[in-house]
């Protein structure tokens, strides 16, 4: 039926053929799985630091006064020059003083006529009373010596409360600066009347050095710093800590240039607003070289020490819209996704709050290569090193 023997052969080689070829590309069409991709991983750092937190203050002047005039006249030529630096006691302005001369003359010349009538009914009286208790004359005429001479004696003390009003007036033509301190502008000029039915404002003087800078925190954070605090407290507030044992806070500017002066925190209020929220605290500023004014923005950086704190890289940080997370590998080197609580900086690490412990291996690089579930095959970790002391917060 199908010819020679020969023939039958070649068809048993092709049929042969035919099977081997449809099976090598059965196995060249099989799914071949990629080998698992490579990351490099770092065991957290675990150590003591010192991190900052950052408020935003503006600084006041310790001392701020009005200066005024106190009765009415014609102002003089200012004796200062508007800007500069004043000593306290030293003379701003003067008012002129002719009608406060003229009133002092009058109280004391009505004094000395107050003086001479009282010396008058002494001896009146003195005169009166030994008559009559030598029956030469009535009781009754001494009685009335003695009143006039009480009298001529409340009408001195009258007069001298004249005399010391006169004089307090004529002072208050000559006006003095009570601080030390940086004089602001003249704001009234020399010929003006003032103090017309009203103190009238000449200037202000400010002392600059120190300063106060005010900045306020959360109760969130409030309620953070109490807890961080130990449980037995050295003193009751903020006002019984002598002055070398306040807490140092740094100053950084608007600029962001750090301040070279710490401050030292020494007020805090003693309840929190409720409208806000907020409790107002108070740094004192040293300011020698006069480098910063009041009113000036500033921020506060508060220090707090965490005790056994985990840092890692912070390329190993990331963030989408559920929050910050960290990818980490378990035992089986299966990738896992940990969601963290980031803190501050210290030079490339970042501190983490909650979320993972000192044990954890933390992805470093590779990270686009992974996703949580997958395996990976992993490096030898290492451990992170800071390369500076501590830097600020998020």
């Not at 490579?38 to 003591?48: E, I, S």
């Not at 002494?122 to 004359?137: F, H, I, P, S, Y």
């Not at 740094?250 to 710490?262: D, E, F, R, S």
Request: aromatic fraction near 6%; proline fraction near 7%; charge should be negative.
């Amino acid at each position: 039926m199908f010819g020679s023997p020969l023939a039958v052969r070649g068809l048993v080689v092709v049929a042969c053929f035919a099977v081997l070829l449809s099976a090598c590309k059965k196995e060249e069409a099989a799914y071949v799985a990629p080998p698992p991709p490579q990351v490099t991983v770092a065991m957290p750092l675990v150590k003591d630091i010192t991190q900052y937190r950052d408020f935003t203050g503006r600084t006041e002047a310790i001392e701020s006064v009005e200066i005024r005039a106190r009765v009415r006249g014609f102002l003089e030529k200012p004796q200062f020059t508007d800007g500069a630096d004043v000593k306290a006691g030293q003379v701003l302005y003067r008012i002129d003083p002719r009608e406060y001369e003229a009133a002092l003359a009058g109280a004391e010349a009505a004094l000395e006529a107050a003086t001479a009538s009282r010396n008058l009914a002494e001896a009146t009286w003195k005169r009166m009373d030994q008559a009559a208790q030598k029956g030469a004359l009535s009781k009754l005429d001494a009685i009335e010596a003695k009143a006039k001479l009480e009298v001529s004696e409340a009408q001195i003390n009258t007069v001298l409360a004249m005399v010391e009003e006169a004089k307090l007036n004529l002072g208050y033509t000559t006006i003095k600066s009570p601080i030390d301190g940086r004089i602001g502008r003249t704001l009234v000029t020399e010929g003006n009347l003032v103090g017309q039915g009203e103190t009238t404002l000449l200037t202000t003087v400010v002392r600059q050095d120190p300063l106060y800078a005010y900045f306020s925190i959360s109760e969130r954070m409030l309620l953070e710093i109490i807890a961080r605090r130990d449980p037995v407290r050295k003193y009751k507030s903020l006002a019984d800590v002598p002055p070398g044992e306040r807490l140092q806070m740094l100053i950084q500017l608007a600029n962001g240039a750090a301040y070279p002066h710490p401050g030292s925190l020494d007020y805090s209020d003693n309840t929190i607003d409720p409208a806000t929220g907020i409790m107002r605290l108070r740094v004192v500023v040293p300011n020698p070289e006069l480098k910063i004014f009041p009113g000036l923005f500033v921020r506060v950086r508060a220090p707090y020490e965490t005790k056994g704190a985990i840092l890692v890289p912070g390329v190993a940080l990331q963030r989408d819209l559920a929050g910050y997370f960290l990818m980490t590998v378990d035992e089986e080197d299966t990738v896992v996704r940990a969601k963290v609580t980031p803190g501050g900086r210290i030079g490339d690490l970042r501190v983490i709050e909650e979320g993972i412990t000192a044990d954890q291996r933390v992805i470093v690089n590779g990270l686009l290569r992974v996703r949580p579930g997958i395996k990976v095959e992993v490096t030898a970790p290492e451990k992170p090193t800071p390369d500076q002391p501590a830097d600020e917060g998020e």
